[in-house]
């Protein structure tokens, strides 16, 4: 009787840690991406009105990746990117960006992380370019706050020639903004975003002020770092053009992120490439799935639907019993 009770005893104990430990080295959620927000909330208070422009964003992007945010004005699009810029700090959740809390920094972590673990390029070039100083000068400044006065003067000038080559500026490293156009100032906006090797680069709205024609060349350089670097790139964006180019395009409506586009390389049979796109909704750790609104409002469902399991997919109906 003892000897019964003490292995049942024994058993559960053992069945207790190793579900512990089972919990303990189980991978944190998003343990092996670039970027993972975890719920995030941000609320803003004005004059004792609370918006929550974020609320409980989930986003995971690899490493290497270039992909696109879309979203409706006001759906929280640049807030998410000024917390990722390390700009705005969130109410709530969690983020990390290539292995930095963006929670727990301090000021001087803060710093370093603006200056060398991200770079931004925004939608107003004036933003990103100091007007006094020439394209290879801007692109230069960012290294020299990174090493202060330290040497190194000529490697840092041969960084930013190399950088203004491959996006095609070469020809107008000696000019200042004012002598460019706005889609070779975005171009310059993004050699001064790499100059410290960022492993993000975070670009809101980057072609909004451009004709499509330029739009598209800024996007190429874009793409360009992507491929040549492999920095990580996330770009806001209303261009449908950019957002039609990128293999994963993430919407957020209200606050959160509610379905996203993939698009992948398929060979046909006789051997022709095509570009094809599908859309999925997300489905959140809690199991929260948003329906897109046009589905619903096609079949009136509303309070509550009817689930069934099939084999390999869930099927969803209207509540029929509803009146
Ligand atoms: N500093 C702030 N103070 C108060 N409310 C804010 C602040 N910043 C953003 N908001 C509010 O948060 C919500 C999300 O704004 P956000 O600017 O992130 O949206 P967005 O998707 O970037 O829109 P747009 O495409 O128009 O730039 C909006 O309702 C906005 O009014």
């Known amino acids: 009787m003892t000897t019964t009770s003490q292995t049942a005893g024994t058993t559960t104990l053992e069945e207790l840690e190793r579900r512990a430990t089972e919990r303990r080295d189980r991978p944190s959620y998003g343990h092996d ?18 918006v929550q422009a974020l609320q409980g964003l989930d986003l995971l992007v690899t490493e290497g990746e270039l992909m696109a945010l879309v979203g409706a ?15 705005d700090v969130p109410t709530a959740g969690a983020a990390k960006v290539a292995g930095c809390d963006l929670l727990a920094m301090d000021g001087k972590a803060r710093l370093r992380y603006r200056r060398e673990v991200v770079g931004f390029v925004w939608q107003q070039t004036a933003r990103n370019l100091l007007p006094y100083l020439t394209a290879a000068q801007n692109v230069a400044l960012p290294m020299q706050l990174k090493d202060g006065r330290k040497g190194g003067t000529r490697q840092k000038a041969r960084r930013a020639e190399e950088l203004l080559a491959m996006l095609d500026m070469a020809d107008h490293a ?4 004012h002598q460019l156009s706005g889609g070779q100032q975005q171009r310059v906006a993004i050699a001064v975003a790499l100059a410290n090797n960022p492993s993000v680069l975070l670009a809101d709205e980057p072609t909004g002020e451009l004709d499509s024609a330029t739009g598209e060349q800024v996007f190429a350089a874009f793409r360009r770092a992507n491929e040549e670097l492999g920095t990580t790139i996330v770009i806001v964006t209303h261009d449908q053009a950019v957002a039609s180019e990128v293999r994963r395009t993430v919407a957020i409506r209200d606050g959160r992120t509610s379905s996203e586009v993939l698009r992948r390389t398929e060979v046909d049979e006789t051997g ?21 609104a046009d589905y619903t409002e096609a079949l009136d469902m509303r309070h509550r639907v009817a689930l069934e399991l099939e084999q390999d997919h869930i099927g969803v109906w209207p509540d029929d019993k509803e009146g």
């Open 174 to 177: 000696d000019r200042r903004p």
């Open 33 to 50: 991406a670039l970027i993972a927000c975890d719920r995030l909330v941000r609320i803003f208070t004005t004059d004792g009105v609370e």
């Open 73 to 87: 004005s006001g759906s929280g699009k640049s807030t998410l990117m000024n917390i990722l810029a390390g700009l």
């Open 272 to 292: 022709r490439e095509s570009l094809v796109a599908r859309e999925y909704a997300m489905l959140d750790r809690a199991g929260r799935l948003q329906l897109p």
